[in-house]
């Protein structure tokens, strides 16, 4: 089964700081790979994902994430973050044609005006 | 609706009891899923339904924990005998089976809280 790791679980920016979240997952065969976001009081929702083709994925409001195959990474990355990035953020990976997905435990982002 | 309703959204029942978890997904999806949120542990994987299939229960963590999708639509998780530890956000989700992306569409959760 796969599974899915996410470091850094509390990361305080002030505003127009860069952000990278960063996102391992264990499985060798085709994945598909996504970063959710929560935003405070919200449900989950989709911010990006990648299937196959450019490896470099741009997704809403900025973010964007890089698949590297040989890292078995997808890390999340947003050049200058607002304050209303505040949120938590999910990495998920599934097997390819395996609609289960595993998520990570999440990062939690805080950015200060 | 358009998204994924979750009742009750808050509940609150003292240790012992049995509560019940409703999700109504969105039409047309016939893929559901059921994950627990705790604080600190990210989302963890319970049940998930696809079709008339059966339902892949790897994830349920006790006997206590059953869920059932009467019609291919509604579904209700079932937690017997509560115990603290089952506190928790409890999150429905649901997909299109024709899509393999795997995309998932949350509703709002249902909070849990064991006393």
């Known amino acids: 089964a796969q599974s899915v790791s996410q470091h850094n679980h509390h990361v305080i920016l002030s505003e127009a700081a860069s952000l990278e979240l960063g996102c391992n997952y264990s499985?060798?065969?085709?994945?598909?790979l996504f970063w959710y976001v929560q935003y405070p009081g919200q449900h989950l929702q989709l911010l990006l994902k990648y299937f196959s083709g450019d490896p470099l994925v741009k997704g809403i409001k900025g973010f964007e994430a890089e698949f590297i195959k040989s890292k078995f990474s997808f890390n999340l990355r947003k050049p200058s973050v607002q304050w209303s990035d505040t949120a938590e953020y999910f990495c998920a990976v599934n097997a390819e044609g395996n609609n289960r997905l595993a998520f990570g435990k999440g990062n939690q982002v805080v950015v200060i005006p | 609706g358009a998204g994924v309703s979750q009742s009750p959204s808050n509940k609150v029942t003292e240790k012992g009891k049995d509560v019940e978890l409703r999700c109504d997904p969105i039409?047309?999806?016939?893929?559901l899923y059921w994950y627990r949120q705790s604080l600190g542990q990210g989302l963890e994987f319970l049940i998930y339904?696809?079709?008339?299939?059966?339902?892949?229960k790897s994830g349920l963590p006790s006997d206590r924990f059953s869920a059932e999708r009467t019609g291919g639509s509604v579904s209700t998780l079932t937690i017997q005998r509560t115990q603290q530890e089952d506190s928790a956000v409890y999150l429905c989700?649901?997909?299109?089976?024709?899509?393999?992306?795997?995309?998932?569409?949350f509703g709002e959760g249902s909070r849990l809280t064991v006393l």
């Open positions: 499985y060798g065969g085709t994945v598909n």
């Open positions: 039409s047309g999806h016939t893929a």
């Open positions: 339904f696809q079709g008339n299939s059966a339902p892949d």
């Open positions: 989700a649901s997909s299109s089976r024709t899509s393999h992306t795997g995309e998932l569409f």
